[in-house]
Nanobody
């Protein structure tokens, strides 16, 4: 299994950015795709998740209403649309995957850096 995150960059507060996670190596039916982030000097934190069917999403309170996760099954791509970005959203963003009955994410991508300037 490979998860390849991309789309990070430097933006200004209030801007939007879309991250992509290209998933490959297996049939992801029954899997949950998650996004996490790690800011400098802080622990990794959960951002949001979506089940592979795309019918169920869940977000951290800190991003609810600003971030949207979607999945496009034909290309096995999971996107994280980030709107109204804040400087505190600055972090390395990771996509990850787990089977729906598992409590731990066991597949991780390499991360993409998002920097939001004030």
């Amino acid at each position: 299994v490979q998860l390849q995150a991309s789309g990070g960059g430097l933006v200004q507060a209030g801007d939007s950015l879309r991250l992509s996670c290209a998933a490959s190596g297996r049939n992801f039916s029954g899997y949950v795709m998650g996004w996490f982030r790690q800011a400098p000097g802080k622990e990794r934190e959960f951002v949001g998740r979506i089940n592979w069917s795309g019918l169920n999403t869940y977000y951290a309170d800190s991003v609810k209403g600003r971030f949207t996760i979607s999945v496009y099954k034909p290309t096995k791509t999971v996107t994280l649309q980030m709107n109204s970005l804040k400087p505190e959203d600055t972090a390395v963003y990771y996509c990850a995957s787990r089977f729906r009955s598992s409590t731990e994410y066991n597949y991780w991508g390499q991360g993409t850096l998002v920097t939001v300037s004030s």
